[in-house]
C-alpha cells in the first residue's frame, strides 16, 4: 500500500508573526528590561518574539 506524502505548510501559513524594535520595546508581554531590548535590538530590522527574547536573555546571561 502506497503511503500518502504529507504537504509541508506554505510558508506564509507556518511564519510567526514579526516586530520592530519599536513595538518590542513598547511590548507589555515581552517580559524583559525595556532598556535591554532598546539596546540589543537593531533599528529597522524585524524580530519574532522568541528571537528577540534570546537574544536579549543571551546578551544578558553572557559571561563577561
Known amino acids: 500500500m502506497a503511503t500518502a506524502k504529507?504537504?509541508?505548510?506554505?510558508a506564509d501559513?507556518?511564519?510567526?508573526?514579526?516586530?520592530?524594535?519599536?513595538q518590542l520595546v513598547k511590548s507589555k508581554t515581552l517580559n524583559l528590561p525595556r532598556d535591554?531590548?532598546?539596546a540589543i535590538l537593531e533599528d529597522g530590522k524585524v524580530y519574532t518574539k522568541d528571537q528577540a527574547v534570546r537574544l536579549v536573555t543571551d546578551f544578558l546571561e553572557r559571561k563577561v
Open 6 to 10: 504529507k504537504k509541508a505548510p506554505a
Open 13 to 22: 501559513q507556518a511564519a510567526e508573526p514579526t516586530f520592530t524594535k519599536e
Open 36 to 38: 535591554a531590548v532598546a
